[in-house]
């Protein structure tokens, strides 16, 4: 059986930013071992090293059972380490400020072209460096300190706001700049994102991680909802320049949130590696040769190309649900997914104590699936709407178990990489089902082809689940 060994966490006995360094991070048999620094509450020494606390610390050192509604509600449990907070709390700050950009970069490029066209290009420019740059910025979260990694980073993408804020409140009106800079801030953002997760499991121990990946995804959906909402509020009141300069200023508090994480440099303890093609390469072999991390993406991949119907809404909105308005079926039918990512995300205290991580992953995709095909089934916007933030929640659940796994299952010296794949995947596998399900509705019609994309995505989920064991046996 997969088990992932249990941590030992060392406790950070301040709130200034220090933290001591620990053997954190647990890796599956398979995947062989890793370690890691932790921080966290604790008492430690005035100095702010704290006294290492074993994982298998007596029961009365453990944290009491939650009882009453309390275990339903989030597992709050990492915010109580220092580190693992300020790096959370960068991302609640950033979350919707990085969606007021993402409404304001097409709508300002609509607005120069009047071409819909020009956005689908704006789209790919950024989506091309963002893939290119996140495969090698995993391979160089893996041989540099991620601190610092995560300050240029978010610094670089600071200061592409703060250009976009520039090019608008003079007018430029060009869209080559437009689209340069979002290709610019989009390579930033894939060099920061394997950074910045692959650091959870040197802040949070293995038994925290699903907790910890449900907190930050609860977050990033609920940017997701409110971001767009507040955007399409703001822009009539206060125009495109102020709304960029709002995610700008939003990031300096990113960047100052990350200079007082505690370093975070390889723990292999030898000198820097050279992040180049040799060592992306590695890792995909790493993947290949662990079946837990490569089952897991298969997950992902089999969810995302052939159950995200989100290229179908607009036709089901103007053929299938036009009764009951158009717009309203728009809204509500793009609304559903993230809303119900956000309810799994509060209520995540009922699944992220599970251990059985493997088949919270088997289960979660295959509810997705089953709650696609039902959204398809559906003559109710209504009831597609409840079908669809049913498959948000099921999301919600694999993003929370499939991230602990790639954290856990995989040594810290691959962990960047393995993050640079996830963000790779996580980006392009909606892009190809847009494409996909695009094809399979304007052939076959949208409520079939949603139902059978659903419909899919069970059976290929079932299938590799019985072909391949590893995945339903690994737990921590």
């Known amino acids: 059986m997969y088990r992932a060994r249990k941590p030992v966490d060392t406790s ?46 007596p029961e009365a050192s453990r944290p009491a059972v939650r009882r009453g509604w309390r275990r339903w509600a989030m597992d709050t449990r990492p915010l109580r380490r220092p580190a693992f907070r300020r790096l959370w709390s960068s991302t609640v700050v950033t979350a919707v400020g ?6 304001a970069v097409p709508k300002q490029i609509y607005d120069i072209t009047g071409s819909s066209a020009w956005v689908g290009y704006a789209s790919l420019a950024g989506l091309v460096p963002m893939v290119v740059f ?12 991620r601190r610092k990694l995560l300050l240029v980073t978010n610094t670089g993408i600071a200061l592409t706001s703060l250009l976009f804020w520039v090019q608008a409140v ?14 610019v801030q989009q390579a930033f953002f894939g060099l920061n994102s394997p950074a910045r997760n692959a650091s959870i499991a040197r802040l949070v121990p293995a038994e925290e991680l699903p907790a910890a990946n449900a907190l930050g995804s609860t977050v990033m959906q609920t940017g997701l909802v409110a971001g767009p909402l507040l955007a399409g509020a703001l822009i009539p009141v206060i125009g495109l320049p102020v709304l960029y300069l709002i995610d700008a200023v939003a990031l300096c508090v990113t960047v100052w949130a990350v200079l007082r994480l505690p370093a975070l440099p390889p723990l292999t303890g030898k ?24 089952l897991s993406f298969l997950a992902d991949i089999i969810a995302m190309v052939f159950g995200m119907p989100r290229a179908l809404f607009p036709q089901l909105a103007a053929q299938t649900y036009a009764s009951e308005g158009e717009g309203l079926a728009l809204g509500l039918l793009f609304a559903a997914i993230p809303l119900g990512a956000v309810a799994g995300g509060l209520f995540s205290g009922t699944f992220s104590r599970a251990r059985r991580h493997g088949w919270m992953v088997i289960g979660a995709v295959t509810a997705w699936g089953a709650a696609v095909a039902g959204s398809g089934l559906s003559g109710s916007l209504w009831a597609a709407v409840a079908f669809l933030a049913v498959a948000g929640i099921a999301d919600m659940v694999s993003m929370v178990f499939r991230g602990a796994i790639l954290l856990s299952a995989a040594t810290d010296e691959m962990r960047g990489r393995m993050q640079g794949v996830f963000t790779v995947v996580v980006a392009g596998g909606p892009r190809l089902a847009d494409v996909l399900h695009g094809t399979a ?16 995505v069970v059976a290929l989920t079932l299938a590799l689940a019985a072909a391949v064991p590893a995945l339903r046996r690994y737990r921590v």
């Open 441 to 456: 509705g304007s052939v076959l019609g949208p409520r079939a082809a949603v139902t059978g994309g659903g419909l899919l």
């Open 12 to 57: 950070d006995s301040t709130d200034t930013g220090s933290a001591g360094s620990t053997a954190s991070a647990a890796a599956a048999t398979t995947a062989g071992t890793g370690s890691g620094t932790g921080s966290g509450p604790g008492t430690g020494s005035g100095t702010g090293s704290g006294a290492p606390a074993s994982a298998d610390a």
């Open 98 to 103: 990085s969606q007021l950009t993402a409404v």
């Open 271 to 294: 000198s820097a590696r050279r992040a180049g093609l040799r060592e992306v390469a590695a890792g995909f072999r790493y993947i290949s040769g662990h079946k837990v991390l490569l």
């Open 170 to 183: 003079t007018r430029l009106d060009s869209v080559v700049v437009l689209m340069v800079l979002l290709a």
């Open 134 to 145: 996140a495969l090698w910025g995993g391979a160089v979260a893996d041989t540099v300190d």
